[in-house]
T-cell receptor, first 110, second 114 residues
């Protein structure tokens, strides 16, 4: 089983739609969680950290469910510019390494 | 300010040759990471340098891969006797400290082994 698993998609949604991605992680000792965004043929960039209580940044909401070991990212009122691959990232407790999921591809259609 | 830079941006080589990939991290960042990303795949961790500590080499796929970080700054990833399966984008990232601090990625080196 992979340490971090994501639905690869692709998710094709119309502009203005709400879309949600889930991610599961296998190491229950994982301590920190993030969503990174990667545009086509570009490097990954941090989108947002995920806090235990859930957090929001504009149209983006991240949530963490430690009991079920999953993280979610909700994008409201999606824009064309949101089209990218969204990478779920987990800090593994023992190795102190960031483990990246394979990413979920989102395409927002006009 | 200047971000993470990598060179070359593209490298085409013949099977069996050695290649060196360079990473210049953000000034002042003590942590430096190398990852590999194959087409349509996620990031595969290769190696991690943190300050003066011994590097974490647990992700290196074989002994053909090695990396150095000189003076706590520039890093070089070397692949000896390249194979076609080494073809990928090699990404370098740096962060202010280790652990879960935000990683800033360079643009990557696209390696193609013929």
């Amino acid at each position: 089983r992979k340490e971090v698993e994501q639905d690869p998609g692709p998710f094709n949604v119309p502009e203005g739609a709400t879309v949600a991605f889930n991610c599961t992680y296998s190491n229950s000792a994982s301590q920190s969680f993030f969503w990174y965004r990667q545009d086509c043929r570009k490097e990954p960039k941090l989108l947002m950290s995920v806090y235990s209580s859930g957090n929001e940044d504009g149209r983006f909401t991240a949530q963490l469910n430690r009991a079920s070991q999953y993280i979610s990212l909700l994008i409201r009122d999606s824009k064309l510019s949101d089209s990218a691959t969204y990478l779920c990232v987990v800090l593994s407790g023992s190795a102190r390494q960031l483990t990246f999921g394979s990413g979920t591809q989102l395409t927002v259609l006009p | 300010g200047a971000g993470v830079s990598q060179s070359p941006s593209n490298k085409v080589t013949e099977k069996g040759k050695d290649v060196e990939l360079r990473c210049d991290p953000i000034s002042g960042h003590t942590a430096l990471y190398w990852y590999r990303q194959s087409l349509g795949q996620g990031l595969e961790f290769l190696i991690y340098f943190q300050g003066n500590s011994a590097p974490d080499k647990s992700g290196l796929p074989s002994d053909r891969f090695s990396a150095e970080r000189t003076g706590g700054s520039v890093s070089t990833l070397t692949i000896q006797r390249t194979q076609q399966e080494d073809s990928a984008v090699y990404l370098c990232a740096s962060s202010l400290g280790g652990g879960g601090q935000t990683q800033y990625f360079g643009p990557g080196t696209r390696l193609l082994v013929l």
